[in-house]
């Protein structure tokens, strides 16, 4: 009876190569399963090592340094959480990593979406060549300039701040590209007849376009979490002081110093996956929606 | 006019940021690279002296090469991966959204956590994951990050756990996209299902796989925070990439000269690969 509801599924089945009709033949079936053992194995593989090391940063210090390594773990403390949460005043490194990364939502919609808006909706004279200089910018990592720019920002005397860091997200090539793709829908008509009413340019913007564009903002917003609290080479170059670590980098310190044991090293890591596969989580159907639509565009 | 003018204003908040992250430090590494610098300060012109000396580095020459097998190896193990798993997903109606959300899971952790747990799993010891599993199945253990010969690899199947499923979502999406009556009206005509796979699905993604071939190229080759953290180049400079001497260079050696000229060098390289992709792509269509 629930194998019957099991191949009931197949009704469903409006998409792909093999039809509905193919999957009553019992090869098609055979190979079908097949498919899907394959991708239960890649699913296995794509979660089993997170799982592992979530599960092992809990296990008590003998069994951590047990050989061979215990693969389903026997003991689950998950207090050591808290403890090493006090213990390494994680406070700081999460709310340094929340400032910036708040900061960097912030810049990534409001400086890229201006960008897009006037070059998709407003299109003064020199569109074409800014658009132009923007997709230019596409194809240059700005890994390869650290130099310059960490010079630029130690002219401007921003060491240890989190502002270089945010602004840098103001500055994204992919995003524009993202938010124009998207304007260059949104009708005529309403950006027209706001003008009629004597909007200005920039009210037009915050009134119109920004509301008409919650999908959009959602997904880069989401990728600009996403990218600034992973974000190390320009953080850790930036920020020098212990207190104003982000989470980011004060992983890779417990990482390079010696007098840090395994298990704080394994609860670093608990701590800078937590918040990502939290808002993956909550967001994952928008998170889903967008790298499909960045695919589409790109 | 005044309708240019404003528009403008609108715009030189965000230009400036551009300027400032990406188009000012451009030129000035192309400046640098030609200057004779002490620590990050110019002194002086240099002419071509930081390039000769970076090119007469006899890391660079192995930093050239294994950039390159970077990208090839990325290839060989992580191109046809999506694509494949896409293809595979598509065809699937049981589990569907669990199997699409653990496959992006690994996308989601940030990069040096992802490098801190596989250094965990591939750790050379008997108290790695990988090596006591090897151990239990009654083989020997295998010095994963100690090895010349299989370092690059192995660091390239890490980022292809990471990077793989994101892009198998970009594929699906394309596959998704595709007219279902393309696949009913073969199915009519009498074809089985690798003629359609072969004759309709491949021709359909075909496009957007050259896209994104020549994107993992451009990303693969820029390697640096993954050899840096997971063995510092080593061992014996088998896994040392140009980005990660130019790291070196730059914010251990502090010759900003030097690093420079290999940031222009990297720059060169990118472009003609990007080149040679596009006249090959060109008489392809043709």
New interface residues.
């Given amino acids: 009876m629930k194998a019957m509801t099991f191949l009931q599924f197949f009704n469903k089945k409006r998409y792909g190569i093999i039809s509905y009709n193919e999957l009553r033949n019992k090869r098609t079936k055979i190979l079908y399963f097949s498919l899907l053992a394959f991708a239960l194995i890649v699913v296995f593989i794509s979660a089993v090592p997170i799982i592992w090391i979530l599960l092992s940063s809990m296990k008590d210090i003998k069994e951590l340094f047990e050989v061979p390594p215990t693969i389903i773990p026997r003991t689950f403390h998950p207090e050591k959480i808290v403890e090493v949460w006090n213990k390494m005043n994680f406070f700081t490194y999460y709310k340094n990593s929340f400032i910036m990364v708040g900061g960097s939502i912030v810049c990534a919609v409001i400086f890229n979406g201006i960008l897009a808006y006037v070059l998709s909706i407003l299109k003064p004279k020199g569109t074409k060549f800014v658009y132009m200089l923007v997709l230019w910018s596409l194809m240059i990592p700005n890994i390869i300039s650290l130099v310059p720019i960490f010079k630029n920002i130690v002219s401007l005397k921003m060491l240890n701040s989190f502002i270089p860091l945010c602004f840098s997200f103001g500055a994204n090539a992919f995003f524009v590209v993202l938010y124009k793709s998207f304007f260059d829908a949104i009708p005529v008509s309403l950006i027209e007849a706001a003008k009629m009413d004597g909007c200005s340019n920039l009210r037009i913007f915050f009134q119109i376009v920004f509301p008409l564009s919650q999908p959009i903002n959602i997904v880069i917003a989401i990728f600009a979490f996403n990218a600034a609290w992973s974000d190390f080479l320009l953080s850790f170059l930036v920020l020098k002081r212990d207190e104003m670590f982000t989470v980011m980098v004060k992983l890779y310190t417990i990482s390079q110093t010696w007098g840090f044991s395994k298990d704080l090293q394994l609860m670093g890591v608990f701590f800078s996956i937590i918040p990502p596969i939290i808002i993956f989580l909550i967001f994952q159907k928008y998170i889903i929606q967008g790298i499909a639509f960045s695919g589409i565009k790109g | 006019m005044k309708?240019?003018?404003?528009?403008?204003i609108?715009?030189i908040?965000?230009?400036l940021?551009?300027g400032?992250?990406?188009?000012?430090?451009?030129f000035?590494?192309i400046y640098?690279s030609v200057s004779e610098t002490k620590g990050?300060e110019v002194i002086g012109f240099a002419g071509f002296k930081n390039y000769i000396e970076v090119l007469n580095d006899p890391v660079f020459l192995k930093a050239l090469f294994n950039s390159f097998a970077y990208t090839l190896w990325s290839l060989v193990i992580g191109f046809l991966v999506p694509i494949i798993?896409a293809?595979?997903?598509?065809?699937?109606?049981?589990?569907s959204s669990?199997?699409?959300?653990?496959?992006?899971?690994?996308n989601?952790?940030?990069?040096?956590?992802t490098i801190?747990?596989?250094k965990?799993?591939l750790d050379p010891?008997?108290?790695?994951?990988l090596n006591?599993?090897l151990?239990?199945l009654g083989m020997g253990k295998v010095g994963w990050l100690q090895q010349e010969a299989i370092i690059i690899p192995v660091i390239i199947s890490t980022l292809t756990?990471k990077a793989a499923?994101?892009t198998t979502?970009?594929?699906?999406?394309?596959?998704?996209?595709i007219n279902?009556e393309l696949?009913?009206a073969a199915?009519i005509d009498g074809t089985n299902?690798f003629q359609?796979?072969r004759y309709?699905?491949i021709p359909q993604i075909y496009n957007?796989g050259r896209?994104l071939l020549i994107?993992q190229i451009?990303?693969v080759f820029?390697i640096?925070?993954e050899p840096w953290?997971y063995t510092g180049g080593g061992p014996n400079n088998a896994s040392v990439s140009l980005?990660l001497l130019?790291?070196n260079y730059?914010?251990r050696d502090f010759q900003?000269g030097k690093?420079?000229s290999i940031?222009v060098i990297?720059?060169i390289i990118?472009i003609v690969l990007?080149l040679i992709y596009l006249t090959f792509n060109k008489e392809q269509d043709e």
């Fill in positions: 309708k240019h003018l404003s528009a403008w609108l715009m908040p965000t230009l940021l551009f400032f992250y990406i188009w000012q430090p451009l000035y590494s640098l990050y798993l293809i595979v997903i598509n065809e699937l109606v049981h589990l669990l199997i699409r959300i653990s496959i992006y899971l690994p989601i952790v940030p990069m040096i956590a801190l747990i596989w965990f799993i010891g008997a108290g790695g994951l006591s599993l151990m239990g756990w499923g994101a979502l970009i594929y699906l999406a394309r596959l998704k996209g279902q696949y009913e199915e299902i359609r796979l309709i699905t957007l896209i994107l451009l990303a820029q640096l925070i953290l980005m130019n790291w730059a914010f900003a690093a420079a940031s990297v720059n990118l990007t």
